[in-house]
């Protein structure tokens, strides 16, 4: 890969940065030579603790343990909410722009206080306590934030779950956590289109018998089917409830959340975070990363359904005591222009989005921005896959006028907070890195043989000690976690990630090199796609790889070989796509499926992923050896036949 110029931080910014590339080299010297003493100062500035921790941390990767701060006591809410009263009970916690821009509103943090506390209060009258898992469905809402919290208020886990999944997937994932209580909207809107997630919850829940209370936010006011002996409504329920609710004080290692996320094989996990660790991690990168300053408006475009929801629309800047703009709507609606109009209009000033937005708005021209007035703008950040030098650039000089530094932010689910990160004042940018590691995180690369490669090099990205935000456990499943992220290279943790580091120590991050597909940001296994598509009565078999896509990053392509005696139509091709929809949900649909009439696979009949790969991405000629193959003549064929685009 050919090397990319630097950009330097503009002066006018580093003149105020929290952090200097003086106190990062120190910050991050300490944070690995004495991560006790670090973490420990680090725990006691950020967050207000119940009862004090004597105990930093503990940790033993090759069996996938850890615990920070165990012996202390804490809530998360007295954090996110409670301690900002005194000072900024007035001030904005939650500014909600609708998807019609006509729609929006601002929620201090008392009103936040006291939305918090009636929710709270309704889930204990539901018989919600300490330990329980409660699934939140819900559109882009302040509701959405409030039911998160609410669990937190009263050491219930939330386990939200992205409403863009189907019922299908809902039902996976309330059996796999044992819901009892699923929190949801009548409907959600997205870019002027209803989607109903009510009807969404009534069909999964068919076969959730355990499920005995539903509580359902009027968004729409559309009529949807109701059990009375099931379904209550939001509002009215809240009203009759206390508007205090005193704070369950939990320990650091309890459970705050569960968040589904895919993996190469089987089903998605529940990945467990605990308390303490992930909200210092939360808190501490949003500040650092995003140099964030009192009074500062702060924009992460992601959905609360993902991790980056999670962290940075309610964790780490109400933990802050920040300003979080929360989004219901889409990039283009009602045009393009729509991500600058909201800047201009709540006056932000950091901006987070996806490349893939990125690089659908800049599809869509520059006019879109330029016509309007971005000043307030002061810091623009990306995450969810590696970003394209060429979009890079263009967010940095079309949307952020050449004044605002980019954070490219490498970190996962199983992470909790960002890992890899420029720190804005600290480091010049290389446009398609994510620079350098964030306090406490020792990143390494190792070779083909697990070995630890020196200085510049490329290999798999793995971590070396753990960190506050670790992830904790799988849920049902601890063995699971320990085979998933610290089995592949013992004492150390997997990132599924390939990266560079060059002579700077900059890392690059190359991408998944697991049968992980980044799609517009998102996760998929292939697996899952590939069940889904088994699912139909035609098909015999199927193989799902990832292609370079133009503006989701990576497109879905899928090797379908049916049953003998069918064969392939428009109507069946429609049919399979339709199915992935339904079993996992939209993003999941193939963007090109071949029919194949085999697959190939070596003798003992493993798909050789290696060589789809390369078909799917038409590098043909490092197809590499097939003659280990069982039948070589079915790459042929497969390249005959290869579906253009
Ligand atoms: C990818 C999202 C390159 C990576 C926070 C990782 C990135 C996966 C970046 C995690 C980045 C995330 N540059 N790749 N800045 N950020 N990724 O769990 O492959 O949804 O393993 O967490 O996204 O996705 P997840």
Redesign the pocket.
């Known amino acids: 890969m050919s090397e990319v110029h630097t950009r330097p931080i503009p002066a006018a910014f580093i003149e105020n940065a929290l952090i200097g590339a003086d106190d990062y080299e120190r910050m991050y010297r300490q944070s690995v030579e004495n991560p006790e003493a670090f973490w420990a100062q680090q725990a006691k500035d950020f967050l207000h603790w119940d009862q004090p921790f004597t105990r930093v941390f503990h940790e033993d990767l090759s069996r996938g343990d850890t615990a920070w701060f165990a012996d202390g006591a804490l809530n998360v809410t007295v954090n996110c909410i409670d301690r900002h009263l005194a000072n900024r009970a007035d001030q904005t916690a939650i500014l909600w722009e609708g998807d019609d821009p006509a729609d929006n509103q601002a929620i201090s943090y008392r009103t936040l206080y006291e939305k918090v506390c009636r929710l709270a209060n309704l889930l204990k009258a539901q018989g919600v306590k300490k330990g329980d898992r409660v699934c939140i469905y819900m559109p882009m809402i302040p509701e959405a934030a409030y039911a998160m919290l609410a669990c937190a208020r009263i050491g219930a886990v939330h386990s939200v779950v992205f409403g863009g999944f189907s019922p299908a997937s809902l039902k996976d994932r309330i059996l796999d956590a044992d819901c009892r209580l699923v929190i949801t909207a009548d409907e959600g809107v997205r870019g002027g289109k209803h989607i109903p997630l009510k009807a969404n919850v009534d069909r999964a829940l068919t076969d959730c018998p355990e499920v005995r209370r539903v509580i359902v936010v009027k968004r729409t006011g559309v009529p949807v089917d109701w059990d009375s002996k099931r379904d209550i409504w939001y509002a009215e329920s809240v009203a009759g409830m206390d508007s205090e609710c005193a704070p369950e004080i939990v320990h650091a290692e309890d459970p705050l959340f569960i968040l589904y996320?895919s993996g190469s094989t089987g089903k998605p996990k529940g990945?467990m975070h605990t308390t303490a660790g992930y909200l210092l991690m939360a808190t501490m990168t949003f500040k650092y990363v995003f140099d964030y300053k009192e009074g500062e408006v702060f924009w992460c475009t992601a959905d609360v359904g993902?991790?980056?929801g999670h962290?940075y629309i309610v964790y780490g800047p109400l933990c802050a005591g920040a300003s979080t703009l929360m989004f219901e709507g889409v990039p283009t609606y009602p045009d393009a222009s729509r991500f600058w109009q909201v800047v201009d209009k709540h006056k932000v000033n950091a901006f987070y989005t996806a490349?893939t937005a990125i690089r659908a708005l800049m599809g869509a021209g520059d006019d879109f921005v330029t016509k309007t007035d971005r000043s307030s703008l002061r810091l623009l950040g990306?995450?969810?896959?590696?970003?394209n030098p060429e979009a890079w650039e263009w967010y940095y000089t079309v949307v952020g006028d050449a004044r605002c530094p980019i954070v490219?932010?490498?970190?996962?689910?199983?992470?909790g907070a960002h890992m890899?990160?420029p720190l804005p004042g600290a480091m010049a940018l290389k446009p398609g890195s994510?620079a350098r590691p964030f306090f406490g995180v020792q990143p390494a690369l190792l070779d083909g043989d697990g070995k630890e490669i020196e200085g510049q090099g490329e290999g798999s990205l793995v971590i070396k000690r753990s960190w506050p935000s670790m992830i904790r456990g799988i849920y049902g499943d601890r063995q699971r976690m320990i085979d998933t992220y610290f089995s592949t290279y013992p004492g150390y943790y997997f990132?599924?990630?390939g990266a560079r580091r060059d002579g700077d120590g900059y890392y690059w991050?190359t991408?998944?090199i697991d049968d992980?597909l980044?799609v517009s940001?998102?996760?998929l296994g292939t697996a899952e796609v590939e069940s889904a598509l088994v699912l139909h009565e035609d098909t015999a078999e199927a193989a799902v790889v990832g292609y370079p896509h133009p503006v989701k990053g990576q497109g879905i392509y899928a090797f379908v070989t049916l049953k003998s005696g069918h064969a392939p139509s428009e109507a069946l091709r429609r049919a399979l796509i339709d199915l992935c929809a339904t079993e996992i949900g939209p993003i999941a649909k193939p963007d090109i499926i071949q029919w194949a009439p085999g697959l190939p696979k070596t003798r003992s009949g493993k798909i050789m992923r290696r060589i789809l790969r390369k078909i799917a991405c038409n590098a043909l000629d490092s197809l590499g050896d097939t003659s280990t193959l069982a039948d070589p003549s079915v790459v042929d064929e497969l390249i005959a036949h290869r579906e253009n685009r």
Do not use: L
Not at 382 to 387: A, F, L, M, Q, S
């Open positions: 996320t990945v993902w991790i980056t962290s490349p990306t995450v969810g896959e590696p970003i490219d932010t490498w970190w996962q689910t199983e992470t890899i990160s994510a990132t599924g990630d991050i991408g998944r992980v980044n940001g998102h996760r």
